[in-house]
């Protein structure tokens, strides 16, 4: 097998920018969709599930709409429907993970990111069992399809990067309310995570606030964002966050590296830093 299935991995990996497109709500999950994004300018495709509906059968004919164009398709990170509230809050759900594998994700995002516990029980969902994870056999043959190669490829690079080197599955958190940013040097550490974000407006919740522009300008959330920035660079992670033209440069000197943004920003990003 030659070259990268997962785009936004190759780019991280060369230390280059990553510009994702799609929100918390309101992703079009059907297969003319898929067909649509085929050619998509983002480097990934966020899909909401968190806040937005946990559609099974709309993301499976999204992204089957997506290799009727192209296999590979575009990545694909679904945010998970559930939290990082405990390892065990983990373990009920994770026939979503398994269920959302299949269907032939590239990666996750999970919200409130609350301990590291939580973060290794993920982890170990996503892994197969022959590398100590619990995901079983049966998936393959349907994900691979979308990822365009062999069932027997698709085993050895389903696994997440950059825990393996040759993983194509990019997992994130979001360090988000208080516990977590307690915690977040331990959870940014765990090995499987490749980035995460520090969530400003339900940081701002968690304080007692209302996620408002005014809030999220606070001292106190001002500082929640730099220590999630310095768990991510401790743990040698990613950092994903907002940005616009006027201070993209900026964020990409001090270290960001992950984006929601336009195709806009995204030719302004390539062009700082090529």
Not at 114 to 119: I, K, N, S
Not at 154 to 164: C, E, G, K, R, T
Request: hydrophobic residues 40%; glycine residues 10%; contains cysteine.
């Amino acid at each position: 097998m030659q070259g990268r299935i997962n785009r936004a991995i190759e780019k991280l990996a060369a230390d280059k920018p990553v510009f994702y497109f799609g929100g918390h709500t309101g992703a079009e999950l059907t297969f003319d969709a898929g067909v649509a994004m085929a050619d998509t300018w983002a480097d990934y495709i966020n899909i909401g599930f968190e806040h937005g509906p946990l559609d099974l059968p709309g993301i499976d004919q999204f992204m089957k709409g997506m290799a009727s164009v192209r296999a590979p398709t575009p990545p694909v990170l679904a945010e998970l429907p559930f939290e990082g509230r405990s390892a065990a809050f983990i373990e009920f759900n994770a026939w979503q993970v398994r269920q959302l594998l299949t269907v032939g994700v590239h990666g996750f995002l999970l919200c409130h990111a609350e301990c590291p516990e939580a973060v290794e029980a993920l982890i170990k969902a996503i892994r197969y069992t022959f590398r100590g994870g619990t995901r079983g056999a049966g998936g393959q043959g349907a994900a691979s399809q979308i990822w365009g190669i062999s069932p027997n490829d698709y085993l050895d690079v389903a696994d997440p990067w950059p825990l393996n080197p040759d993983g194509e599955l990019l997992i994130g958190l979001k360090i988000e309310n208080q516990r977590a940013l307690e915690n977040a040097y331990e959870t940014t550490a765990v090995p499987g995570v490749a980035f995460a974000e520090w969530g400003p407006a339900d940081m701002s919740m968690s304080h007692g606030y209302r996620g408002s522009l005014s809030d999220i300008e606070r001292p106190e959330i001002e500082a929640a964002r730099s220590r999630v920035f310095d768990a991510c660079k401790r743990a040698g992670i990613f950092f994903l966050e907002g940005s616009s033209e006027n201070d993209l440069e900026e964020k990409l000197r001090s270290g960001t590296r992950i984006f929601s943004g336009t195709e806009k920003l995204k030719q302004l990003g390539l062009k700082l830093t090529n």
